[in-house]
C-alpha cells in the first residue's frame, strides 16, 4: 500500500491546464512530435509518476498545441 501512496499523486495542473485551453488528451498526442501515446497522457493527468523523459514529451506536446511556453513545474506537483 505504502508503494501505491508514493506513486498516485493525484489529479495534476495539467488537467486544469488542458480544460483552460479546452483542449483534449488526443489533442497532445496529435501534436507530437515524438512518440506519445494516450496511455502516457492518461497516467500524467491521474497523477501517476513519470520518468522525466515522459513529462517532458507531455510538456513538449502542450507547448505545440497551445503555442505557449509552460514548463515541467506548471504541469506536475511532484
Not at 491546464?17 to 492518461?42: G, R, Y
Request: avoid cysteine; glycine fraction near 4%.
Amino acid at each position: 500500500m505504502d508503494e501505491q501512496t508514493e506513486r498516485d499523486l493525484g489529479p495534476q495542473p495539467l488537467v486544469a491546464i488542458l480544460a483552460k485551453l479546452n483542449l483534449k488528451p488526443h489533442d497532445l498526442v496529435a501534436a507530437s512530435t515524438q512518440q506519445l501515446t494516450h496511455k502516457m497522457v492518461s497516467r500524467a493527468a491521474k497523477g501517476r509518476r513519470l520518468t522525466l523523459n515522459t513529462q517532458t514529451k507531455v510538456l513538449n506536446a502542450l507547448n505545440t498545441a497551445a503555442g505557449k511556453n509552460y514548463s515541467l513545474r506548471d504541469l506536475f506537483n511532484y
